[in-house]
Structure formats: structure tokens, C-alpha cells
């Protein structure tokens, strides 16, 4: 795979609590979001591995199978949901390219 763009949206009073990891079908996984942005509200963010970060080190796994987004939130004082999330990965294949998105 040479590509991963992941984009989640999460309401949240206090997005400093939350912490976010992808896990790919192969078991590795890469922390998206850990506990930053303090007391903002309200998480909606898009992570590209084009970008240097945290999913470069995804680029390469196998495409197929569950890819887990797990959202937890480390302080019991807030809360908030989980309104939207979606993947788009892109093959490596030799010629054209088609992005797989899974919503």
C-alpha cells in the first residue's frame, strides 16, 4: 500500500483526554491522536501518510482485512461521541491506482 488517509470527527468537551489509534489487519498499530489539544472542542482532523508522521509507518501493509480505529478517552470527567470516521487506502499496484475507502 502507498498511501493511508484516515479522517475521523469526534465531539468531545475536552479532545486533551482523548487518544486515538489505527490498527491495521497485521496487528501494528500507530497512535493518531495522544492526548493533545487541551481543553479545544471537538476533534475533526485528517491524518495522510504523504505528510511525514505518524502513519508512514503503516505505508506497506496489507490492505486486506479490519483496520480498527480505537477512541479512548484517559479522564472520566468528559464526554463525547464518536460522530464520524472513514480510511481510504491506496495500492502500490504498477499502474493505475485505485484509493479502496471504507466509510
Known amino acids: 500500500m502507498s498511501r493511508i488517509i484516515v479522517g475521523v470527527d469526534i465531539k468531545h468537551t475536552y479532545i486533551g483526554d482523548l487518544r486515538i489509534v489505527l490498527t491495521a489487519p497485521s ?19 485528517t491524518y495522510d501518510s504523504a505528510s511525514p508522521g505518524v502513519l508512514t509507518g503503516m505505508l506497506g501493509q496489507a490492505m486486506q482485512g479490519d483496520w480498527v480505529l480505537s477512541v479512548s478517552d484517559l479522564v472520566s470527567q468528559d464526554v463525547g461521541q464518536l460522530r464520524n470516521w472513514n480510511i481510504a487506502l491506496t495500492s502500490a499496484a504498477v499502474g493505475v491506482s485505485q484509493p479502496l475507502v471504507i466509510a
Open 27 to 45: 496487528g501494528q498499530s500507530a497512535v493518531l491522536h495522544g492526548q493533545l489539544g487541551g481543553s479545544s472542542d471537538d476533534l475533526v482532523a
